[in-house]
């Protein structure tokens, strides 16, 4: 299975500091997502990493992936009360992905 | 654009009843996807759809039906409602341009099976 692994579970950091989720997955991909989700809303696509990239950068999220290693990370700088959600990793396919159980980022004012 | 929307927003049924969900997307996407999420559980895919008039089972499809017979639209079938399938359903639809599969979401069905 693609399905992502995110680590750490649960994440509580102060505003102004910055937020680090692991994923790791099992077979090979074509690329991995993030996405932010809301309590209680649907997914929200933040980026997308091709299997031939090493790093990308959003605005204040930076990807790495390893495909060697099978993992990635999500860092998001200079946290802000805003940024308080669920982040899942979504190992991708051409057709389909598959969603781990997320890491609940608690963003503290 | 409205993007995916899901109809209805929240739903209770009684054991053994029926119903269809309904996602509907305006962003002519190939594809589209029913997931289903359990609290503090990710999403699971239960069936999607490569085009219209095509579907596919996905991780959890036992108890579920679809149809595609519009490109826009992509229906969730329960044909007798159990109380395991007391969840949040999500419907997304992504381009099959570039085979990335950004995945667009709608903003999910709450339903309760009593």
């Known amino acids: 299975s693609q399905q992502g692994e995110e680590d750490p579970q649960a994440l509580s950091i102060q505003e102004g500091e910055n937020a680090t989720m692991n994923c790791s997955y099992k077979t090979s991909i074509n690329n991995l997502q993030w996405y932010r989700q809301n309590s209680g809303r649907g997914l929200v696509h933040l980026i997308l990493?091709?299997?031939?990239?090493r790093e990308k950068h959003s605005g204040r999220l930076r990807v790495t992936l390893d495909t060697s290693k099978k993992s990635s990370s999500l860092l998001i700088t200079a946290s802000r009360a805003a940024d308080t959600a669920s982040y899942f990793c979504a190992p991708g396919g051409y057709q389909k992905v598959t969603f781990g159980t997320g890491t609940k980022l608690q963003v503290i004012p | 654009n409205a993007g995916v929307t899901q109809t209805p927003k929240f739903r209770v049924l009684k054991t053994g009843q029926s119903m269809t969900l309904l996602c509907a997307q305006d962003?002519?996407?190939?594809?589209m996807y029913w997931y289903r999420q359990d609290p503090g559980m990710g999403l699971r895919l239960i069936h999607y759809?490569?085009?219209?008039?095509?579907?596919a089972k996905g991780e959890v499809p036992d108890g579920y039906n679809v149809s595609r017979l519009k490109k826009q639209n992509f229906l969730l079938g329960l044909e007798s409602a159990a109380p395991s399938q007391t969840s949040v359903y999500f419907c997304?639809?992504?381009?099959?341009?570039?085979?990335?599969?950004?995945?667009?979401f709608g903003p999910g069905t709450r339903l309760t099976v009593l």
């Open positions: 997304a639809s992504s381009s099959r341009l570039a085979g990335l599969n950004e995945q667009f």
């Open positions: 759809s490569v085009g219209e008039g095509t579907t």
């Open positions: 962003m002519n996407h190939e594809y």
């Open positions: 990493i091709r299997s031939n990239e």
